[in-house]
């Protein structure tokens, strides 16, 4: 059982470039989200999802876009890097048989240079 | 608007001593108070969680206790290890006022248990 899968572990962009970070989870959990982490903000919601086809925005939506055609992948896109967006990226998922306690990935380091 | 306020930052404790962390909340509508430990490098991981119908949970040397009139909840570590090391963030939700079961963080607790 893999848990929460997030790929890279680690990236460095350039400003103005896009890219995507892969966010799996084989538990069949209905509820996924995203969230950055920066030192002294604890964990920030950027996107979140209840069901494959259904996304909304949490507390810092801009510059990052998301979809979730299944119910396992939930991918997050930086549409033009900035150097703002420079963080640790974590994805998460959750089920109402799993108690809402969510489970995490090992994140993904990014830096924009 | 912050909805979760967690005190303190940062906590040095003595091995075997008590760490106590405090959380306090805004939305009325959060039923749901999971506590998450966080190693350097590695994501959140589930800890400790309550629900609003009871008033403490233990589970170990982890003992949540929770004032539902005063919005506040803390986390106790008795006989506090240097493996308890690490950051501790409180975290409420709920599936009414348009939570949706969303995860609110609070800002995190460095805790380091000296030997």
């Known amino acids: 059982n893999a848990g929460v899968t997030q790929t890279p572990k680690f990236q460095v962009l350039k400003t103005g470039q896009s890219m995507t970070l892969q966010c799996a989870q084989d538990m069949n959990h209905e509820y996924m989200s995203w969230y950055r982490q920066d030192p002294g903000m604890g964990l920030r919601l950027i996107h979140y999802s209840v069901g494959a086809g259904i996304t909304d925005q949490g507390e810092v939506p801009n510059g990052y876009n998301v979809s979730r055609s299944t119910t396992e992948d939930f991918p997050l896109r930086l549409l033009s890097a900035a150097p703002s967006q420079t963080s640790v990226y974590f994805c998460?998922?959750?089920?109402?048989?799993?108690?809402?306690?969510?489970?995490f990935g090992s994140g993904t380091r990014l830096t924009v240079v | 608007q912050q909805q979760v306020k967690q005190s303190p930052q940062s906590l040095i404790v003595q091995k075997g001593g008590i760490s106590i962390i405090n959380c306090a909340y805004e939305?009325?509508?959060?039923?749901?108070f999971p506590w998450y430990q966080q190693f350097p490098g590695k994501g959140p991981a589930l800890l400790i969680a309550i629900r609003p119908d009871v008033s403490e949970k233990k589970e170990g040397r982890f003992t949540i206790s929770f004032n539902k009139s005063a919005k506040q909840f803390s986390l106790h570590i008795m006989d506090s290890q240097p493996g308890d090391s690490a950051t501790y963030f409180c975290?409420?939700?709920?599936?009414?006022?348009?939570?949706?079961?969303?995860?609110?963080f609070g800002k995190g607790t460095l805790l380091t248990v000296n030997p």
């Open positions: 998460a998922s959750s089920s109402r048989a799993a108690n809402y306690g969510y489970t």
């Open positions: 939305n009325t509508a959060f039923d749901y």
């Open positions: 975290a409420a939700t709920g599936n009414s006022g348009g939570s949706n079961y969303k995860l609110t």
